[in-house]
């Protein structure tokens, strides 16, 4: 083989690979926005039907455990049972029921349940539980999982992290910490502190089982990596962790007497199975993008759900359902801004533009 034929093989493979890179960007970005949506419609469930009742003024006879953990645990719960039959049906539907049963037993199968349960009974019940109590400025905290992310696929995968892809996911963080920020002021309740305490631990979860779940979707088909995911959280929640807060908070059988509840609320599950849909499709194209970019640039992207977040619950919740209390600040869209500048940073070197319109220039004078 010629030393021109080597170069143009070389040169054929950076452009696959980096169309390869540019399409799990794409993923990662879609799964933020998809996740905007999922804290919207969920956010929406916990307010209608027999959920009014109980975050009512008379809160129907519970506890304040109950309110803030139990219902917290059983919204997420109710969510990620509806997504695992969304990912149930779209395996059958593409004949991939068998493969799913199959991979459970796979190293790569177990490890993504160990991520399920990192990202489903902890972070998700901590992500429900800190917009309970802090509102949407809770979901900008838990953004803070691509640092951790990055951090842990580095030293546990030997992923990528140089410094420019570090400040990338710096200017990322510091956009979210931004848009959280804007909702605290000097009178902030001690709920709404505990809300973002809590969702901190959501994003400690997220980031480990990013890590764990983008590795491992790199071995398994990204469809029956989410089905293993959300039937492994939607189970943790119903039998391992609402018995444990039952436990604590009334007793074991007060949760499964709530839910027998929360399921004959139509008004409610409609919402629920919405929710459930773009938790499906945001977490598996969380697993895509993990799998095709990296741990520390698949969370930055799909890191933008602190910006789609809020987004959605003002379209939704603020105009549409014409609630007070959702609309965007300018600091906001300035953070939307600069978390978009910091994405493009991990993604690309900027310099690379400069240099590329230089040789352009040069090819075309000779």
Excluded: H
């Amino acid at each position: 083989m010629t030393k021109k034929s080597t170069a143009a093989a070389i040169a054929a493979k950076d452009k696959l690979k980096a169309s390869f890179f540019k399409k799990g960007v794409t993923i990662g970005l879609l799964s933020g926005l998809t996740y905007g949506l999922f804290a919207a419609f969920i956010t929406l469930a916990m307010q209608r039907g027999i959920w009014g009742d109980w975050y009512g003024d008379n809160t129907a006879g519970l506890s304040t455990f109950t309110i803030v953990f139990i219902l917290g645990a059983l919204g997420t719960a109710l969510n990620d049972i509806c997504s695992a039959v969304w990912a149930l049906i779209n395996c059958g539907r593409k004949g991939k029921l068998q493969d799913f049963f199959r991979t459970l037993s796979t190293a790569p199968g177990k490890m993504l349940m160990v991520a399920a349960i990192m990202g489903g009974p902890i972070a998700n019940v901590a992500y429900i539980i800190g917009i309970q109590l802090a509102g949407s400025i809770a979901i900008p905290i838990t953004a803070l999982c691509p640092a951790i992310g990055a951090i842990l696929g580095r030293v546990l995968y030997k992923q990528e992290l140089n410094k420019r892809m570090a400040l990338g996911i710096i200017i990322c963080v510091s956009a979210s910490i931004i848009i959280g920020s804007v909702g605290i002021g000097g009178d902030t309740g001690d709920s709404i502190v505990l809300g973002l305490v809590i969702a901190f631990v959501a994003a400690l979860g997220w980031g480990l089982e990013g890590v764990l779940a983008g590795f491992g979707s790199s071995m398994v088909d990204s469809e029956i990596s989410i089905t293993i995911r959300q039937v492994t959280s939607g189970v943790a929640n119903f039998l391992i962790l609402l018995p444990i807060l039952g436990l604590l908070g009334g007793g074991i059988t007060l949760p499964f007497e709530l839910a027998g509840q929360a399921f004959a609320s139509g008004s409610a599950m409609i919402w629920f199975a919405v929710s459930g849909f773009f938790a499906f499709i945001s977490f598996m194209w969380w697993y895509q993008g993990n799998s095709m970019t990296g741990a520390a640039m698949g969370m930055a992207t799909n890191g933008t759900y602190s910006f789609f977040g809020p987004l959605s619950c003002w379209v939704l919740l603020g105009i549409i359902m014409g609630q007070e209390g959702w609309s965007l600040t300018a600091i906001e869209w300035f953070a939307a801004v600069t978390m978009a500048i910091g994405i493009w940073v991990i993604a690309m070197n900027p310099l690379d533009l400069i240099f590329k319109k230089k040789e352009e220039v040069i090819d075309e004078a000779a």
